[in-house]
């Protein structure tokens, strides 16, 4: 697994933007993936995660009805869409792969990390 963040940019407040997380080894189809972010000062956190096939997903209460995540196992690629956006969604985001099918929020279940992307919401 080899993971490849994009899609970060500026957006104002209110905006939309859609992340992409490319497996250019083409190995985590059968991986559940997960998307972090780390805003300057602060920790990483949790943002949303899906399972190898789609059926599950969740979601951090911060983001819950504003970001959709999906995935397209035939273009090995996993999407974060973000509307709505808020100013404290400013961070870098980072996805992840983990050694299991499902979908998770806990950090240290994830192995292989892409490089991140920024985002940056202008209020």
């Known amino acids: 697994v080899q993971l490849q963040a994009s899609g970060g940019g500026l957006a104002q407040s209110g905006g939309s933007l859609r992340l992409s997380c490319v497996d250019s080894?083409?190995?985590?189809?059968?991986?559940?993936v997960g998307w972090f972010r780390q805003a300057p000062g602060k920790e990483r956190e949790f943002v949303a995660a899906?399972?190898?096939?789609?059926?599950?997903?969740i979601y951090s209460d911060s983001v819950k009805g504003r970001f959709t995540i999906s995935r397209d196992n035939t273009k090995n690629t996993v999407y974060l869409q973000m509307n709505s956006l808020k100013f404290e969604d400013t961070a870098v985001y980072y996805c992840?792969?983990?050694?299991?099918?499902?979908?998770?929020?806990?950090?240290?279940?994830?192995?292989?990390w892409g490089q991140g992307t920024e985002v940056t919401v202008s209020s």
């Open positions: 992840a792969a983990g050694l299991r099918s499902a979908a998770t929020s806990y950090g240290d279940r994830y192995r292989y």
């Open positions: 080894r083409r190995t985590f189809n059968n991986n559940g």
């Open positions: 899906i399972s190898w096939n789609g059926d599950n997903t």
